[in-house]
């Protein structure tokens, strides 16, 4: 099993730029592949990016390459996500999740997943 908890959120102006972390207790963080995602009010929840369990592999939802940039430090247990040049659209709860095996941009193949941090971006 492992517990996620979700930082960094806030309110920001478009242009600016956040990294928001993601802190993993419980055993071998090194063994789960890492993902996150984010939902907007009235929408569904959504992939945004994902990394393998050594972090050698990385993708990126369309909407947010070449902006965003998923990182992990399995030392620390903490995935990160590095947002530049945000925009409005990009406002919504960003969460993240963990699964076993092989990253994947389906939600449902994450079995854990933290409690979500806002992040909103003004015009």
């Known amino acids: 099993q492992v517990q996620l908890v979700e930082s960094g959120g806030g309110l920001v102006q478009a242009g600016d730029s956040l990294r928001l972390s993601c802190a993993a207790s419980g055993r071998s963080f090194s063994s789960y592949a890492m993902g996150w995602f984010r939902q907007a009010p009235g929408k569904e929840r959504e992939f945004v990016a994902a990394?393998?369990?050594?972090?050698?592999?990385?993708y990126y939802a369309d909407s947010v390459k070449g902006r965003f940039t998923i990182s992990r430090d399995n030392t620390k247990n903490t995935v990160y996500l590095q947002m530049d040049s945000l925009k409005p659209e990009d406002t919504a709860v960003y969460y993240c999740a963990a699964k076993r095996s092989v990253s994947s941009a389906s939600p449902s193949s994450y079995g854990y997943w933290g409690q979500g941090t806002q992040v909103t971006v003004s015009s």
């Open positions: 990394i393998s369990s050594s972090g050698g592999i990385t």
